[in-house]
């Protein structure tokens, strides 16, 4: 293989990338293709690379989560976000690679099966048969557990951010049941989907996490946990923050001694959803004219322990996910996918044909917070519409040479996920690697070689591939995008959210 620099490779049995040609990257119908049910579990089915070689040095298991299940009984999810966790592990051994995966076995998803219809309503729009009457003050929660998985202690963890954690066998993927972490969560305590993994700031590692409870206030728990050796799961350090407003917190943001929320500039309007008319997340609206804030929580361990949070006016627009955060000197550095309004799909919307140009486009943008003055400055880093970026995990909450990230194959706009990218965070230099036409990349995992440069390794990710209505693994050197190996699964798995890798 050819180094590659800014040069998108196609898959080699379809046309190579095709940013140079007018007209879309991609066809709807290939795109639209990965609204699917899986309907297989797998027990430690074998696989093979139908191109390249797996890498013998990557020993682990590389876990996913997404929705698995979109419809049933004949009826769709509003959206995708509404569809039942399923989880996929695959595990790397000595070239070796074996998949298993399974439903989380939530109470929601359990009961649907028993039933064959949907009885619950989602937070992004799905509702019950028989209209508003039939939906209107049933505020139940489905705990769906289709955010996340992460490795904690002797569990894996399918995470949901409104709710408890489900704790999964690591191995075999059995639903253990709902977990509240040795009695660390009260029931049904809001957890976030979005742990970071400090690779050891302050001498061990530890997954830092947290959960809001939001209203007119919002109270942000920030917890700290041990990730490895005996003490592996057990709570650290604990601390809870109030502040005024309502809050939409799905990630935050970590450095040695913070943790960084940003506070969008949003309102929620519960009526709707009370009325059985829409999803709860269909009731957020950005508030115009409204003022975003960086809510900044000193972390226990650090040199601004016991302190009070730090408030800082934000720059305008909608942040779902942070790449990552850093100190340097004074300032306090926020690398953040930023969108110009919260993207959200109507009632009356499908969301198979929605209008990519209608939505605004995930840009990469660095916000440098003075914490003397509490003055910022912004820089964009890319104008190519992106989103699910890692940093390589050794980097976390340290300022970091190299990004990876899923964005369109268009410079500019908003497009579906095609390629994977990895920019340079300094130079702007970046390289990419294409899925196009055909084919639609998910989030990338960076795994890195250990002992190596900040580059060295590899990316993982899932993609959906049209022309054979299935899902492929693509194995690249994380250094220059090279293809190492493209894997076929016996799946079929829709558009995923976030995964992890646990090393052997
Ligand atoms: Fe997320």
Redesign the pocket.
Known sequence: MSAVTDQPLGMSNQPLGTASQPGPSYNREDWASAFVNVELELDDVPLTAVRGEIPVGLNGTLYRNGPGRLERGGQWVHHPFDGDGMVAALRFEQGQLHLRNRYVRTEGWMAEEAAGRMLYRGVFGTQKPGGAVANAFDVRLKNIAN??VVRLGDNLLALWEASSPHALDPESLETRGLSLLDGVLKPDEAFS??PRFDPGHHGEPRMVTFGVKTGPRSTVRLMEFATEGPRAGQLLSDRSDSFKGFAFL??FAITPNWAIFLQNAVDFNPLPFLLGQKGAAQCLRSRQGGQAQFWLVPRDCGAFAGQSPRLIDAPDGFV??HLNAYEEGDQLVVESIFYADFPSIGPEMDFRAIDFDLIPEGLLERCRIDLTSGSISTERLSERCCEFAMVNPEREGLKARYGWMAAAEREQGNDPLQVIKKLDLITGERKVWSAAPRGFVSEPVMVPMPGGAEDAGWVLTLIWNGARRGTDLVILNASDLTEQAIVELPLAIPYG??GSWASA
């Open positions: 955010t996340h989907a979005h799905h990630d779902f996910h959210l976030h």
